[in-house]
């Protein structure tokens, strides 16, 4: 089992600093969200988990090596990135053909994680003929291909329909009961607050909370969703402030 | 090592051939190798008396490479296409290190160079055939000069090829690389050249011609400017390996 750990990891974008000093272990068999406003670094964090952002300070390993040691990445680690990462001219399936062909994966599994999406029907389609919740599966389709042992996913909900948030759910609960490392980011409490195991806040690009949900909640309990809320926007907003 | 490279290779060739763009742009490279040579041989460019000497035999042919602006944006989609749609994250997810994706690319780009060339050089072949033929003008396709010709076209493009995918690796908006190859190429390196034929000729574009046999005087041979543009494609090359491993992909 793999898990991802972060050691002293920042970044700094000219003046900007993104990231600061995380330091933070993730654990297989659990669904970690990492929560925080928009622009608080999450993206970045988890860009740089994936090497493709290139830290300023500490690092970022999984299984103990940094992504570009990994010897067959796509087998290790799946990464949902949002909805864009698509040529609107390709078709669905030709999208995945780029990636297994590229990885060494057997063409058959491309069926078999379209079925697991449901996108089945629309493969034979241009991309840019798809609504955002088809492109956040076909993004997920990708990164299941070489069915990996972490999943990284920035806002996957984002653009899915409640139907769809309750597939995502269900889908990352299952993966973690799987024994997988799952790290899903979000900017709101409200999507993560029933599937994570275990909340880490960022700000500002620091570290805030890290915990489980009824730690968040305080003596209010995590049946609360005012107090949830409250608890996050006090670590969020407060620190901003 | 060699069988990863073989399926990164196909993986780009997959990318090349699941969207329209290429397809069209071959069409208008076949295109423009005819309109060049038609307009070189019925504007007059090269008169009648011309057309049978050797200097006007290549002038001609070396028309039929002047669809390189089609090369150029081939191998810039190649790379900077990319970044413009974003799927140069999965590229780098599959493969992580960079300066064997970057190598892929070019690799990629001197093979579709070669069939872009390879249909530059039969267009060019069958449509200075058919003006010869019209004006009565004997034409040996097997002779020296004309496989000369045809050679350093399809080299000519191979090389543009290559050299759009480093333009593309350096430069990632892609309409920014294209203008940017089209001021260079058509605009900037015409002026240093008429200024300066000594220099002009160690110039990519002025290289790219000679290597099409044309037989301008104080041009370079044509081997040599071969190895010149091979040298500028090299240079292009290693500028793409270095911007592209220190990139943050945000």
């Given amino acids: ?215 968040l909640a305080g003596p209010a309990g995590p049946g609360d969703a005012d107090a949830l809320e409250n608890a996050f926007l006090r670590l969020t907003v407060g620190a901003a402030a | 090592m060699t069988t990863l490279k073989r399926s990164l290779v196909a993986s780009e060739l997959i990318k090349l051939t699941s969207t329209r763009a290429a397809r069209w742009i071959l069409i208008a490279a076949a295109g423009l190798s005819a309109l060049a040579i038609s307009g070189a041989v019925f504007s007059g460019g090269v008169s009648l008396t011309e057309l049978s000497t050797d200097a006007g035999l290549r002038t001609v042919l070396e028309h039929g490479g002047m669809a390189s602006i089609m090369p150029l944006i081939l191998g810039i989609l190649i790379s900077a296409g990319e970044y413009r749609h974003g799927t140069v994250v999965d590229t780098f997810l599959t493969e992580p290190r960079r300066a064997r994706v970057v190598a892929t690319k070019l690799l990629t780009g001197a093979l579709v160079g070669v069939v872009a060339g390879l249909v530059c050089a039969i267009v060019t072949a069958t449509t200075a055939s058919a003006w010869y033929a019209a004006k009565d003008v004997p034409l040996d396709l097997g002779s020296t000069p004309v496989l000369r010709s045809l050679v350093g076209i399809v080299l000519w493009q191979a090389l543009y090829t290559v050299i759009g995918v480093a ?53 370079l041979p044509q081997v040599g400017a071969g190895a010149v543009l091979l040298g500028w494609a090299a240079l292009a090359a290693v500028g793409a390996v270095v911007a592209t491993a220190r990139r943050d992909v945000a």
């Fill in chain 2, 167 to 219: 333009v593309g690796s350096l430069i990632r908006g892609q309409a920014v690389a294209i203008v940017s190859v089209v001021v260079w190429m058509f605009v900037a390196e015409t002026a240093v050249s008429e200024l300066l034929v000594s220099l002009g000729r160690w110039l990519p574009a002025t290289a790219a011609r000679t290597l099409g046999n044309a037989p301008d005087a104080g041009l």
């Fill in chain 1, 1 to 215: 089992m793999t898990e991802i750990t972060l050691d002293g990891l920042g970044k700094r974008f000219g003046a900007v600093t993104a990231v600061e000093n995380l330091s933070l272990q993730i654990k297989p068999g659990s669904v970690t969200a990492f929560l925080g406003p928009n622009g608080a670094g999450k993206t970045t964090t988890m860009r740089m988990v994936l090497g493709l952002v290139r830290p300023t300070t500490g690092r970022a390993l999984i299984g103990g090596r940094r992504y570009a040691e990994l010897p067959t990445p796509r087998r290790t680690v799946g990464a949902v990135l949002g909805p864009d990462g698509f040529h609107p001219g390709r078709t669905g399936r030709d999208h995945l053909r780029v990636i297994t062909r590229a990885a060494g994966i057997p063409s058959a599994r491309i069926d078999e994680v379209l079925e697991l999406v449901e996108l089945t029907d629309a493969a034979g389609r241009r991309v840019g003929t798809y609504s955002l919740g088809m492109r956040q599966r076909l993004g997920l389709a990708a990164a299941l291909m070489g069915d990996p042992g972490v999943l990284i996913a920035d806002e996957p909900a984002n653009g899915l329909d409640p139907e769809g948030i309750a597939w995502l759910r269900r889908f990352l609960r299952a993966t973690a009961n799987d024994g997988r490392t799952v790290l899903v980011s979000s900017h709101l409490l409200a999507e993560v607050a029933r599937t994570a195991d275990r909340i880490v806040v960022i700000s500002d690009g620091r570290l805030r909370f890290d915990g489980d949900l009824s730690e």
